[in-house]
């Protein structure tokens, strides 16, 4: 009979791909992206470090708070700046820029006139108009009308959650 070596829990799941080293005091996990309007954001408040770091509040109702600082948006692709690596949207509360457009993998698609497109990004300013540094963007033109509508539904329903 054959004897294999004692095999620890942290080495086999290494070996699998799945060990996730332990996250130090000086990395911070930054939570899942928070849907908001662009509304939202130009009424929100900063967060300071009393409060435990970067990012905003918004407050989804009277009484409510909810810290920001990755969120989702959607809206319409009103000018496209690819000079500025820039693009503007509007969703139904007001226009908002997403920065960095230029370098999101498979973003050239939503970089035009008339799309509807969802971006997740970084809060960089809420005034005088949100600034969002784009991390992912996609093309919800194909059924933007369902979108649309949803859309205000679905923000109210997950801050409604969170908060």
Wanted: glycine share 8%; aromatic share 4%.
């Amino acid at each position: 009979m054959q004897t294999f070596p004692a095999v620890t829990h942290r080495e086999t799941t290494a070996a699998l791909g799945m060990y996730k080293p332990e996250e130090t005091t000086t990395e911070r996990k930054r939570p899942p992206p928070v849907k908001v309007l662009s509304g939202q954001l130009r009424t929100a408040e900063s967060r300071g470090p009393a409060d435990g770091g970067d990012g905003y509040v918004i407050r989804p109702r009277r009484g409510s708070s909810l810290p920001v600082s990755l969120v989702w948006m959607q809206g319409t692709v009103l000018e496209v700046q690819l000079d500025r690596n820039t693009v503007l949207l509007m969703d139904e509360t007001g226009t908002f820029a997403v920065q960095g457009v230029n370098n999101i993998p498979k973003g050239r698609p939503c970089l035009f006139q008339g799309k509807y497109v969802m971006v997740m990004g970084v809060i960089q300013a809420i005034s005088p108009e949100p600034v969002i540094r784009a991390v992912k963007m996609a093309d919800l033109s194909e059924l933007a009308a369902l979108h649309r509508r949803m859309w205000r539904l679905e923000v109210e329903d997950l801050q409604q959650v969170l908060a």
